[in-house]
């Protein structure tokens, strides 16, 4: 199906945060910190406060009041300490943006600036093991003695795998427009992911009851995770309605977005496996070590695929991490799976050559009958389906394993395979569906990241109630509507479907009006393992004179439940397996080291894949049937696109050039070198 | 962003004229209005040259003048520069997108400053933007800059495309300005970084670039080629514009212009030299490589651009020979 809002987003009518037109707006700027540690002695904003337009600078010489449960990045000027450079420390508030600006440049921090430290290290004394890791898993686990694995097995490996600062680059800035109204409500347009968990969060933040805040978020151009939760500019916008009485607009700038909303932690990932002579795993332990803020604990869950993947006597899967002054990592698309997997499949390439077999047959080898860390049983599991399916179409019979012999004038060529996977959960939401002159109208407060949750929500509806889509109109991101689950954990869909499915079930029962709730079933669902799996076949061409990689094809299979729509499916795939090469190749957040904070903060320097880099990106899929999922039968599809990508992409290198770069991305520089 | 006032220029003189200090001329802007944006540049008047009538490209006998508020993507496309000078159409359609070479004139690009990250951050320290503050890139994020040329004060390369071909192909930068007009050979219109790097090129203030001239092409095969780790819309991490003249498998004439490695477009004489005269063989293409990068001296993250740009001669030179 073709989007919904497509026509009003191509012609620009589809309103952003930044776009709604709210009487007497003024705009907010904020002041970051120009050090990466260290106590504000003073603010001086006399000189901010006598220019023009200005009505009012916001800093911690005068903490603007925020609830006692306010907590971490958002708790902004609540204290004097600086946790990282870059912080929001101030904030002029104008008549314009550019009144706003000129006036933030003007605001003298004083600073106490203390010696700092922003780098990870596996030495680092600070390491510590969190108590658990988002969002919610233990921290370590493991049954059987890894030692023992590994002194029995026939062939082991060792290996340890970095991957660099991340961060999304939704093509919408945050931005965020909020005003009080006269009985104290306060209204929050929001470049969000979650009208109910924005309000809910804004509402705690301030010290209010949930039904006086109000946060529309009705397009939001992409999040990726970094709208997942409420970021700092929702809470400046309405502190800084709130000192000047009047509506306050923030679109944060690109580099702003690079420091305030969060990147993926860097991590260095140690993994040691041992198999039999057969390929069957005796050991498995995967340790990965990842930073936070000392504002806040943000503790990546990069090592759970190991409690999913692969059967195994002896399993250890750990986590540790540290705290420098550095800015809160947080949600990036698939965290957790994608970094881990990456380091995961790529060991698992290592360990099919060390072994001479296979990584299609290894996989399939060690395909386990339950999950590997629960023991629970699977929903469904279509792994070796995926790898088989993805196989078969690309002539992986026909493959040389041996690495470095395929040539074509400069380009050296490989092929890799990896394994994806990613939970299937969904979570409590609510419904209404109600008629309205021969029409349905479906409430319920989703959000559309630009992943075509409208459209989705739509034929879920209309298949329901057994009319033509165009009868239905769906209207979300609104937390006035029915309180629903974000757009997080690629449990959207299965949450919201839940929900509109069984409110259209309550319709019909009257014809008038449908409600649902579905906390109570969801509580029901069985006790299983649910996840969704694939598995990406990448071809590159590695340049022998220039260490250039270009990946001529990438094809992820994918055995995700019940796809609802071809169209939605094929663009979420193929968006997160771009994603994924851009991983693999040349995303890379550079963390300043003698100043703190980072560079690259733009999209001249943070490179992410153009066009020309993906000519050939295939995504299918196989049907699944899961009953134990939701009334769709569905699986998330929006981040599993990105897991395993870079492993399928850095063993095709490993294929082609005959040498292993155990560091993210793969650029020409780290071809190029081991080779001279 | 600073408050600024604009004045188009009606011509060269009247541009000239209007400059005093504080003064900038804007091109196309894709590059001053960003750095504007970001507090690096700070004019108090801008003069837009963009529309004065230096937008054609003639042919003088066997030269071509090309004015400098030719478009980027015109000047990519012109027959004669695809046919006489196929390594410039090439080297202009390697840099940016179409949308900003649409945009972009010849004088801007010549101008256009380095993209090293700490000069673009007004909050961190950076020789180039405030002299003496220091040069953080040096122990820091250098990945993409300098091997050649450069100095303790400033490791930045020009980042771009055409005037490496520009250089290689010997192109004449004719300038007005206050000083009156003169004629800078190429490579000569930017300098070394010394203990000045603030200052990108010859240029005096108020001197106007109105056009670039090109001597006949040289004689043999030309080629232009970017190594970049994405396949478009990258700033080059080596690149190279070069030509061969052979006779009877003697080198007469050879022209090699390296991009990404140095503060300018780096010609690469003693790699030039090494082979005027001698065999083109693959040995004396790798010796001639060699000669130039003996002259690198590389820092921990930007190693790689020695083998980088040794290949690059090397392999350009046996494909421009056979
Ligand atoms: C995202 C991005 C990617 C890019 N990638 C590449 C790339 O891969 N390769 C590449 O080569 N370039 C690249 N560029 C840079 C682009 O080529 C330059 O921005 C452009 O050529 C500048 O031309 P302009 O006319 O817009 O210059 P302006 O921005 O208008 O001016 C640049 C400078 O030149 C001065 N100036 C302009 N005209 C004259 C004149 N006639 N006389 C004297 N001074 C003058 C201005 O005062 C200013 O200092 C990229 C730019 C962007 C934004
Ligand atoms: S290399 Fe040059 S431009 Fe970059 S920080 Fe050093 S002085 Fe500044």
């Not at chain 1, 698992?348 to 080898?365: C, H, I, K, N, Q």
């Not at chain 1, 009257?510 to 076949?537: N, P, V, Y």
């Amino acid at each position: 199906m073709n989007r919904i809002e497509g026509r009003v987003k191509v012609t620009g009518l589809a309103t952003y945060a930044a776009e709604y037109p709210v009487e007497g707006v003024t705009y907010a700027y904020p002041v970051q910190s120009q050090v990466a540690k260290g106590r504000i002695a003073r603010v001086d904003d006399r000189e901010a406060l006598a220019m023009p337009g200005v009505l009012a600078v916001l800093s911690s010489e005068r903490p603007p009041e925020l609830a006692p449960e306010a907590e971490g990045e958002l708790a902004l000027f609540q204290s004097r300490e600086v946790a990282y450079r870059g912080q929001i420390v101030a904030a002029v508030v104008a008549d314009t943006y550019e009144n706003a600006r000129a006036a933030a440049a003007v605001v003298r921090v004083e600073y106490q600036p203390q010696a700092h430290d922003v780098h990870l290290s596996t030495e680092h004394p600070g390491l510590y093991r969190p108590k658990t890791v988002n969002p919610g898993f233990p921290t370590d686990t493991g049954h059987g003695d890894v030692e023992a694995g590994l002194a029995a097995a026939a062939t082991t490996i060792d290996v340890t795998y970095t991957t660099p600062v991340l961060h999304n680059n939704p093509m919408e800035p945050h931005a965020s427009l909020a005003y009080w109204d006269d009985l104290g409500r306060l209204m929050v347009y929001d470049a969000s992911q979650g009208a109910t968990s924005g309000r809910d969060i804004i509402a705690r933040t301030f010290g209010l009851p949930r039904d006086a805040v109000r946060v529309v978020a009705r397009h939001v151009g992409g999040g990726f995770g970094s709208k997942g939760t409420t970021r700092p500019q929702a809470v400046l916008a309405a502190m800084a309605a709130r000192e000047v009485g009047r509506p306050v607009k923030i679109a944060l700038t690109r580099h702003q977005m690079y420091d305030v909303t969060g990147y993926r932690t860097p991590t260095i990932q140690r993994l040691r496996l041992g198999a039999d002579a057969d390929g069957r795993l005796t050991a498995l332990e995967h340790v990965a070590y990842e930073q936070s803020s000392t504002v806040e604990e943000f503790a990546e869950q990069t090592a759970v695929p190991g409690r999913v993947m692969y059967g195994t006597p002896a399993l250890r899967t750990a986590h540790r991490l540290v705290r420098l002054d550095v800015a809160t990592p947080s949600w990036m698309r698939a965290p957790g799976e994608c970094p881990g997997m990456y380091a995961l499949e790529s060991a698992m390439d290592e360990l099919a050559y060390a072994a001479g077999l296979d990584p299609v047959e290894l996989r399939v080898l060690n395909d386990p009958e339950t999950e590997p860390g629960s023991g629970r049983p699977f929903s469904s599991r279509n792994l070796v389906g995926c790898l088989r399916e993805g196989a078969r179409r690309f002539d992986w019979e026909r493959r040389d394993p041996q690495p470095g012999v395929r040539r074509d004038g400069e380009w050296l060529i490989g092929t890799g395979v990896a394994a994806s996977t990613y939970p299937a959960r969904r979570m409590p939401s609510k419904a209404v569906v109600a008629a309205q002159d021969g029409e349905f109208l479906v409430q319920i407060a989703a959000a559309d990241i630009g992943t075509g949750a409208r459209t989705v929500l739509t034929k879920i509806a209309a298949e329901t109630l057994g009319v033509a889509p165009d009868q239905v109109h769906v209207e979300i991101g609104d937390s006035d509507l029915p309180d629903a689950f974000l757009a997080g954990g690629s449990m959207g869909t299965a949450s919201w479907g839940s929900a509109v499915f069984r409110a259209c079930e309550d319709f019909q029962r009257d014809g008038k009006e449908g409600h649902a709730d579905t906390a109570e079933e969801i509580a029901k669902d069985a006790e299983l393992a649910r996840h969704a799996f694939g598995a990406q076949f990448a071809e590159v061409r590695v340049n022998a004179v220039t260490g250039e990689v270009r990946v001529s094809r990438l094809l992820g299979v994918f055995a995700a439940g019940h796809i609802m729509d071809a169209t939605l499916a094929r663009s979420q795939f193929i968006g997160g397996m771009t994603m994924g090469l851009g991983m693999a190749l040349m995303e890379e957040t550079y963390t300043d080291e003698e100043f703190g904070g980072f560079l690259r903060r733009d999209l001249a320097q943070y490179h992410i894949p153009a066009n020309a880099d993906v000519p050939n990106l295939e995504a299918v899929w196989l049907e699944e049937e899961d009953e134990e999922l939701n009334p769709m039968g569905s699986k998330g599809i929006g981040e599993i696109g990105i897991v395993g990508t870079a492993a399928a992409i850095g063993n095709a290198v490993f294929h082609a050039a005959g040498h292993r770069v155990r560091d993210l991305p793969i650029t020409p520089a780290k071809i190029l070198m081991p080779r001279f | 962003m600073k408050q600024f006032e604009y004045a188009r220029a009606a011509s060269p003189a009247d541009a000239v004229r209007r400059f005093e200090p504080g003064t900038m001329y804007l091109g196309g802007g894709t590059n001053l209005v960003d750095l504007m944006r970001l507090g690096v540049a700070q004019p108090d008047r801008l003069v837009d040259v963009s529309h004065l009538p230096l937008d054609a490209i003639e042919q003088d006998g066997d030269r071509l003048r090309i004015g400098a508020a030719v478009r980027n993507t015109d000047l990519a496309a012109h027959p004669l520069v695809r046919v006489r000078y196929p390594m410039l159409a090439r080297a202009v359609l390697a840099g940016a997108s179409g949308q900003v070479r649409n945009m972009a004139t010849i004088g801007g690009n010549l101008l256009q400053r380095t993209r090293c990250g700490y000069y673009q951050d007004v909050t961190r320290p950076c020789n180039k933007r405030r002299p003496g503050s220091g040069c953080p890139a040096i122990e820091g994020d250098h990945g993409n800059l300098a091997i050649l040329g450069a100095s303790d004060s400033c490791v930045a390369t020009h980042p771009s495309d055409m005037a490496v071909a520009l250089a290689a192909l010997g192109a004449e930068v004719h300038v007005t300005g206050p000083g009156g007009d003169r004629v800078i050979p190429m490579p000569g219109l930017h300098r070394l970084p010394g203990d000045t790097p603030e200052r990108d090129t010859v240029l005096e203030p108020g001197d106007l670039i109105t056009a670039v001239e090109l001597p006949a092409p040289p004689p043999g095969p030309s080629i232009y080629r970017k190594v970049r780790e994405r396949a478009s819309f990258a700033f080059a991490l080596v690149s190279i514009a070069a030509a061969l003249d052979l006779r009877d498998g003697v080198v007469r004439d050879c022209r090699i212009a390296l991009g990404g490695v140095a503060h300018v477009p780096w010609r690469a004489e003693r790699a030039e030299q090494a082979l005027i005269g001698g065999q083109a063989t693959g040995e004396a293409f790798l010796a001639a490589a060699e000669a130039e990068l003996e002259l690198a001296r590389p820092l921990p993250r930007n190693a790689f651009k020695v083998p980088l740009a040794r290949n690059l001669i090397v392999r350009t030179l046996e494909e421009l020979a056979s």
